[in-house]
């Protein structure tokens, strides 16, 4: 059994002062100075330890927003003088993808690296957009079942970058079949490039830190290599340099030490390939598909001309770019994954996705899509407490402050997020009776659809579904 | 088969002893609906009122004309009382002459929605929801119109909040509330086992020691008895202090088999296996440390202070015929039980059920994603399996069309929140529901999540902690489950008569019933009468 991929944590407390989804609103002026006042039975002990916020000047307001929500205390006052209401502050982060929901639970994870955990059932909407409209499987009697994750089987997140061979030759007892150069990552993720509005310098040497510590691959620009004071040896073999069509190619010395590379969609790909490959045939070269009007189109053709790997990039919020009815990334891999396998041609190619993958379930979601792995960026950016406003270009507004913040911070936070991140992936695949991520790419058995089940169920009972 | 239980009487000698009788004495609890004050101070409202003090010139006629008693000046003082918000009817004393804010003759008062109402609850568990559901645990029946609480769908946009009756324009005269029966019968196998018939359609979902108070534990099996129906000890064992209320608690064998014991077998009419849960289906549990204390240690037989993991799965389960072997472990053990198979719902849970019947189970409970627990990873609640919606007419249609099922009991649960999910259920094809979350909110829940941080729930009910469990009172815990079975149980009533409907069973799988707002609804269902 090959060695349990384990990541190492430890708690990274926060730097700023936390946004809470409550807040209390206390009318003080008609304190009655009940000598059982109410707030002194507070079960988390908010009120009692107001003391301790007020000391620290510049989180003065955490004693009203690390409220639970409980009403306890609203509903106990003797003369009703306190009201709970939803902070604004919390109300304002992110966007109409990456929700406030999303932003603190993922700096509730890079705190901790542990899966969120609520009681109570699920409060949530029935179904929503993009991932939200997917359900995971799970395995139940009929069917055998794996072991899930108490059990004693080990659930592997391993997958493979390259080209697989269909088949192998023996010529005179010998293998005569050229074996492509392929790369093993624990985990279905690698980490991308930020988006150039978030790209702020202090990541470049934070990510490369964040790749070696959860053994993973890390994208950089290679337009920014060297950065900072690099350790070459202990970093390169965990980056994949990125090579804009107009990118010089960086000394061969460097090359020789990375395993995989990703060079912009041009019509030159394969020259470039080829001149990758002559400097280190063992590296796999990626190629980099913007997922716009031709995106699609252009991913399934480059899986015909040789290509080992295809890394198609939506928007941040998972979104086709340049067009009047974008689709989303989910339903742009299928469609992608299942050209692939009409072409017969889906092992040629290993499919790599990004663009609106924000939380744990987006990676599984995605493989069960098609796709072979996925590459994130602004999670791990919103690790570092980030609230996604996208004003990083002004040096003093960031509400973060992320420009000031630690290298051991910054990486101890992105290390926590993605050992949690996995974790929870270990948890959907024990459920779904799946022990490895590489069975899980295309296995819409292992996934329910909105839309199928509605017309499943309710269209047998109701007929046609209204249009939206 | 029939004479089963004689023939077994023959073998009383050789079987274990208590399988056919309870030896404690069982506890009596009427079935008498009292009006069951809120525990909190200041109980919420849809709307509150306030009162500019500088204006008002004290003359009363607010509290005069207020029917509802909102406004309270005790004898003797001059100035008002809190309000009673709760109590307000919003605008509609409006239209009834009866509005305050109008009757003031200085303009001191206004009424208004309150605020907080966006800070309450959520999606599936709407404010008013919340507040209707706490009106029914406080009164013993839905809330009026008058407090304009919209308690009959959620607004998580799908499933049940988008069904709806088509109520026919006029009511079937010929029936009379008193004549509806809303009795489910439990076994329909014929197998010489009880014929046990609840007198509603559902019964209380598992909540273990530990997960809950014992004052929770106990309310809800006073209000199973008082309304001949059961509770559930959920996993970890069977208290020694719910024997009273033997003959209407099911326990439940589930994959870590905490606290199965023969004699808590022996115990019970329904024994519940539980392969999986709703909330998180597929991954089993875990007990924390900290949560397994010495009691709870004994109860399980284990090592007070360690973690407990409750495995997915059964490890001696792997096929149908593996389940029957179980299922017939417990028939031997006790041979008055009924079986229940508690399984989530995967895409295949139309296979799971026909299995499971084959394998002789007498209940299948199937527990969709949107049910509550103590503490499940929010991953797994959003994400795995799919909502009961679904997989009810899923597996009613695969057992009908497999003609088995007349043969098993299904019940539905994960997400039924008030009478209204409950009879859309059983439109869809289930016999009866099991409720949880609806018993939680009537003791004052308010859907905070936290059940499992830390002291537990701070609203007392999910909790073991020595100083907030006993904020709840038996006697009034009790009172307020048996008020709000009362409300829900008038409700379904009503609902069967606007149907034109007798008994609840006569509305199992009448989705042409039904209608859903995002369809044209041009579907053809035929009813075979």
Same mark, same amino acid.
Not at chain 1, 220 to 231: F, Q, T, V
Not at chain 2, 188 to 194: A, E, L, T
């Given at each position: 059994?090959?060695?349990?991929?384990?990541?190492?944590?430890?708690?990274?407390?926060?730097?700023?002062?936390?946004?809470?989804?409550?807040?209390?609103?206390?009318?003080?002026?008609?304190?009655?100075?009940?000598?059982?006042?109410?707030?002194?039975?507070?079960?988390?002990?908010?009120?009692?330890?107001?003391?301790?916020?007020?000391?620290?000047?510049?989180?003065?307001?955490?004693?009203? &927003?690390?409220?639970?929500?409980?009403?306890?205390?609203?509903?106990?006052?003797?003369?009703?003088?306190?009201?709970?209401?939803?902070?604004?502050?919390?109300?304002?982060?992110?966007?109409?993808?990456?929700?406030?929901?999303?932003? /603190?639970?993922?700096?509730?994870?890079?705190?901790?690296?542990?899966?969120?955990?609520?009681?109570?059932?699920?409060?949530?909407?029935?179904?929503?957009?993009?991932?939200?409209? *997917?359900?995971?499987?799970?395995?139940?009697?009929?069917?055998?079942?794996?072991?899930?994750?108490?059990?004693?089987?080990?659930?592997?997140?391993?997958?493979?970058?390259?080209?697989?061979?269909?088949?192998?030759? *023996?010529?005179?007892?010998?293998?005569?079949?050229?074996?492509?150069?392929?790369?093993?990552?624990?985990?279905?993720?690698?980490?991308?490039?930020?988006?150039?509005?978030?790209?702020?310098?202090?990541?470049?040497?934070?990510?490369?830190?964040?790749?070696?510590?959860?053994?993973?691959?890390?994208?950089?620009?290679?337009?920014?290599?060297?950065?900072?004071?690099?350790?070459?040896?202990?970093?390169?073999?965990?980056?994949?340099?990125?090579?804009?069509?107009?990118?010089?190619?960086?000394?061969?010395?460097?090359?020789?030490?990375?395993?995989?590379?990703?060079?912009?969609?041009?019509?030159?790909?394969?020259?470039?390939?080829?001149?990758?490959?002559?400097?280190?045939?063992?590296?796999?070269?990626?190629?980099?598909?913007?997922?716009?009007?031709?995106?699609?189109?252009?991913?399934?053709?480059?899986?015909?001309?040789?290509?080992?790997?295809?890394?198609?990039?939506?928007?941040?919020?998972?979104?086709?770019?340049?067009?009047?009815?974008?689709?989303?990334?989910?339903?742009?891999?299928?469609?992608?994954?299942?050209?692939?396998?009409?072409?017969?041609?889906?092992?040629?190619?290993?499919?790599?996705?990004?663009?609106?993958?924000?939380?744990?379930?987006?990676?599984?979601?995605?493989?069960?899509?098609?796709?072979?792995?996925?590459?994130?960026?602004?999670?791990?950016?919103?690790?570092?407490?980030?609230?996604?406003?996208?004003?990083?270009?002004?040096?003093?507004?960031?509400?973060?402050?992320?420009?000031?913040?630690?290298?051991?911070?910054?990486?101890?936070?992105?290390?926590?997020?993605?050992?949690?991140?996995?974790?929870?992936?270990?948890?959907?695949?024990?459920?779904?009776?799946?022990?490895?991520?590489?069975?899980?790419?295309?296995?819409?058995?292992?996934?329910?659809?909105?839309?199928?089940?509605?017309?499943?169920?309710?269209?047998?009972?109701?007929?046609?579904?209204?249009?939206? | 088969?029939?004479?089963?239980?004689?023939?077994?009487?023959?073998?009383?000698?050789?079987?274990?002893?208590?399988?056919?009788?309870?030896?404690?004495? /069982?506890?009596?609890?009427?079935?008498?609906?009292?009006?069951?004050?809120?525990?909190?101070?200041?109980?919420?409202?849809?709307?509150?009122?306030?009162?500019?003090?500088?204006?008002?010139?004290?003359?009363?006629?607010?509290?005069?004309?207020?029917?509802?008693?909102?406004?309270?000046?005790?004898?003797?003082?001059?100035?008002?009382?809190?309000?009673?918000?709760?109590?307000? &009817?919003?605008?509609?004393?409006?239209?009834?002459?009866?509005?305050?804010?109008?009757?003031?003759?200085?303009?001191?008062?206004?009424?208004?929605?309150?605020?907080?109402?966006?800070?309450?609850?959520?999606?599936?568990?709407?404010?008013?929801?919340?507040?209707?559901?706490?009106?029914?645990?406080?009164?013993?029946?839905?809330?009026?119109?008058?407090?304009?609480?919209?308690?009959?769908?959620?607004?998580?946009?799908?499933?049940?909040?988008?069904?709806?009756?088509?109520?026919?324009?006029?009511?079937?005269?010929?029936?009379?509330?008193?004549?509806?029966?809303?009795?489910?019968?439990?076994?329909?196998?014929?197998?010489?086992?009880?014929?046990?018939?609840?007198?509603?359609?559902?019964?209380?979902?598992?909540?273990?020691?530990?997960?809950?108070?014992?004052?929770?534990?106990?309310?809800?099996?006073?209000?199973?008895?008082?309304?001949?129906?059961?509770?559930?000890?959920?996993?970890?064992?069977?208290?020694?202090?719910?024997?009273?209320?033997?003959?209407?608690?099911?326990?439940?064998?589930?994959?870590?088999?905490?606290?199965?014991?023969?004699?808590?077998?022996?115990?019970?009419?329904?024994?519940?296996?539980?392969?999986?849960?709703?909330?998180?289906?597929?991954?089993?549990?875990?007990?924390?440390?900290?949560?397994?204390?010495?009691?709870?240690?004994?109860?399980?037989?284990?090592?007070?202070?360690?973690?407990? &993991?409750?495995?997915?799965?059964?490890?001696?389960?792997?096929?149908?015929?593996?389940? *029957?072997?179980?299922?017939?472990?417990?028939?031997?053990?006790?041979?008055?039980?009924?079986?229940?198979?508690?399984?989530?719902?995967?895409?295949?849970?139309? *296979?799971?059920?026909?299995?499971?019947?084959?394998?002789?189970?007498?209940?299948?409970?199937?527990?969709?994603?949107?049910?509550?627990?103590?503490?499940?990873?929010?991953?797994?609640?959003?994400?795995?399996?799919?909502?009961?919606?679904?997989?009810?007419?899923?597996?009613?249609? &695969?057992?009908?069309?497999?003609?088995?099922?007349?043969?098993?009991?299904?019940?539905?649960?994960?997400?039924?929140?008030?009478?209204?999910?409950?009879?859309?259920?059983?439109?869809?094809?289930?016999?009866?529901?099991?409720?949880?979350?609806?018993?939680?909110?009537?003791?004052?829940?308010?859907?905070?999540?936290?059940?499992?941080?830390?002291?537990?729930?701070?609203?007392?009910?999910?909790?073991?902690?020595?100083?907030?469990?006993?904020?709840?009172?038996?006697?009034?815990?009790?009172?307020?489950?048996?008020?709000?079975?009362?409300?829900?149980?008038?409700?379904?009533?009503?609902?069967?008569?606007?149907?034109?409907?007798?008994?609840?069973?006569?509305?199992?799988?009448?989705?042409?019933?039904?209608?859903?707002?995002?369809?044209?609804?041009?579907?053809?269902?035929?009813?075979?009468?």
């Amino acid at each position: 059994m090959p060695e349990k991929y384990h990541i190492e944590t430890k708690p990274v407390p926060p730097r700023r002062p936390r946004i809470g989804k409550y807040g209390i609103i206390d009318w003080r002026e008609d304190c009655a100075r009940c000598h059982n006042c109410v707030k002194k039975a507070c079960v988390y002990d908010r009120h009692r330890d107001e003391i301790k916020y007020i000391r620290n000047m510049e989180d003065v307001d955490a004693l009203f &927003f690390d409220c639970m929500g409980c009403f306890s205390c609203v509903q106990e006052c003797t003369k009703n003088l306190l009201r709970l209401s939803i902070n604004p502050e919390y109300q304002k982060l992110g966007n109409d993808y990456w929700t406030p929901q999303i932003i /603190q639970t993922t700096w509730l994870q890079a705190e901790t690296a542990k899966i969120p955990v609520s009681g109570a059932g699920y409060g949530g909407r029935f179904s929503g957009y993009g991932f939200d409209s *997917m359900w995971t499987d799970m395995s139940e009697i009929v069917r055998p079942t794996r072991d899930g994750i108490h059990g004693r089987e080990y659930i592997s997140t391993a997958v493979d970058i390259g080209k697989k061979n269909s088949f192998l030759v *023996m010529k005179d007892g010998k293998l005569s079949t050229d074996i492509p150069p392929i790369i093993s990552t624990p985990m279905p993720v690698i980490i991308d490039m930020m988006p150039e509005n978030y790209a702020l310098p202090m990541l470049d040497a934070v990510i490369p830190e964040t790749a070696y510590r959860t053994e993973l691959i890390a994208l950089i620009d290679s337009k920014k290599w060297p950065s900072g004071s690099a350790d070459s040896d202990k970093y390169l073999p965990h980056i994949a340099f990125y090579f804009s069509a107009d990118a010089p190619l960086l000394p061969p010395g460097i090359i020789r030490k990375t395993a995989l590379a990703e060079i912009e969609n041009s019509d030159n790909v394969n020259l470039r390939i080829k001149e990758l490959k002559e400097i280190n045939p063992d590296i796999v070269v990626s190629v980099r598909v913007e997922l716009n009007g031709e995106g699609i189109r252009r991913a399934v053709e480059l899986s015909g001309s040789g290509v080992e790997v295809i890394h198609v990039v939506a928007d941040t919020n998972g979104k086709q770019t340049g067009v009047k009815d974008p689709l989303f990334i989910k339903d742009m891999i299928r469609i992608i994954h299942k050209s692939l396998i009409e072409t017969g041609r889906r092992d040629d190619v290993t499919l790599i996705s990004g663009g609106g993958i924000a939380l744990p379930e987006h990676v599984a979601k995605a493989l069960i899509c098609g796709t072979d792995l996925v590459s994130i960026e602004l999670p791990l950016l919103a690790a570092l407490e980030c609230h996604l406003c996208s004003v990083c270009a002004g040096e003093k507004s960031c509400p973060a402050k992320i420009r000031d913040a630690g290298f051991e911070y910054s990486a101890g936070r992105m290390t926590n997020l993605i050992a949690a991140w996995h974790d929870q992936m270990v948890e959907l695949m024990g459920a779904m009776g799946i022990r490895d991520a590489r069975r899980l790419r295309g296995d819409v058995g292992r996934a329910m659809f909105f839309e199928q089940l509605e017309e499943e169920t309710f269209g047998k009972l109701f007929g046609t579904r209204k249009q939206a | 088969m029939a004479n089963f239980l004689e023939h077994e009487n023959r073998l009383e000698s050789i079987i274990p002893e208590n399988t056919l009788k309870t030896r404690t004495i /069982q506890h009596i609890e009427n079935r008498t609906i009292k009006p069951v004050p809120p525990r909190y101070r200041n109980e919420m409202g849809k709307y509150i009122t306030s009162r500019d003090e500088e204006k008002c010139i004290k003359c009363g006629k607010c509290a005069e004309i207020c029917p509802q008693g909102v406004h309270v000046r005790k004898p003797g003082y001059k100035y008002f009382s809190e309000p009673k918000n709760h109590l307000c &009817f919003g605008n509609k004393c409006e239209e009834k002459g009866c509005c305050c804010v109008t009757a003031c003759p200085v303009g001191a008062l206004k009424v208004e929605v309150n605020p907080m109402m966006e800070v309450l609850g959520d999606y599936r568990w709407t404010p008013e929801m919340i507040l209707a559901t706490w009106k029914m645990a406080e009164t013993g029946d839905v809330p009026s119109e008058d407090y304009g609480l919209e308690y009959e769908t959620g607004n998580s946009g799908g499933g049940f909040d988008r069904l709806r009756f088509k109520f026919p324009e006029k009511t079937a005269k010929h029936l009379k509330p008193e004549d509806i029966d809303t009795s489910l019968q439990l076994n329909r196998k014929n197998d010489g086992r009880p014929n046990i018939k609840i007198d509603v359609p559902w019964y209380g979902g598992g909540m273990s020691f530990g997960s809950v108070s014992n004052t929770t534990q106990l309310s809800k099996a006073r209000a199973a008895v008082a309304w001949n129906t059961f509770t559930c000890t959920g996993e970890g064992g069977y208290m020694e202090r719910m024997r009273p209320y033997d003959d209407h608690v099911i326990t439940q064998v589930a994959t870590g088999l905490f606290g199965v014991r023969e004699e808590t077998i022996q115990r019970v009419p329904i024994v519940e296996f539980k392969y999986a849960q709703g909330a998180k289906p597929g991954l089993g549990g875990h007990l924390l440390g900290d949560k397994n204390t010495a009691a709870v240690a004994m109860m399980r037989g284990t090592i007070a202070g360690i973690p407990l &993991f409750s495995p997915f799965p059964f490890h001696s389960v792997y096929s149908i015929e593996d389940h *029957m072997k179980q299922i017939d472990w417990i028939k031997h053990i006790n041979r008055r039980a009924l079986i229940s198979s508690k399984v989530s719902t995967p895409n295949d849970v139309d *296979m799971v059920a026909v299995g499971s019947y084959s394998a002789g189970t007498h209940i299948i409970h199937i527990d969709g994603g949107y049910g509550g627990t103590g503490a499940a990873p929010e991953i797994a609640k959003k994400n795995i399996a799919m909502p009961i919606e679904y997989a009810i007419p899923k597996v009613h249609n &695969f057992l009908a069309a497999e003609g088995v099922r007349d043969g098993v009991t299904l019940i539905a649960s994960g997400g039924i929140r008030n009478p209204y999910d409950m009879a859309k259920a059983i439109a869809l094809g289930a016999d009866g529901v099991v409720v949880g979350t609806m018993e939680m909110i009537a003791l004052g829940c308010v859907r905070c999540g936290r059940c499992s941080a830390g002291r537990g729930c701070p609203r007392s009910i999910a909790t073991t902690d020595k100083k907030l469990a006993p904020k709840i009172d038996l006697e009034w815990g009790a009172q307020r489950l048996i008020n709000t079975y009362n409300a829900w149980r008038n409700e379904l009533v009503r609902i069967l008569i606007r149907l034109g409907l007798g008994s609840v069973s006569e509305l199992r799988g009448r989705s042409d019933l039904l209608m859903h707002l995002d369809y044209n609804n041009d579907m053809e269902q035929n009813h075979e009468k």
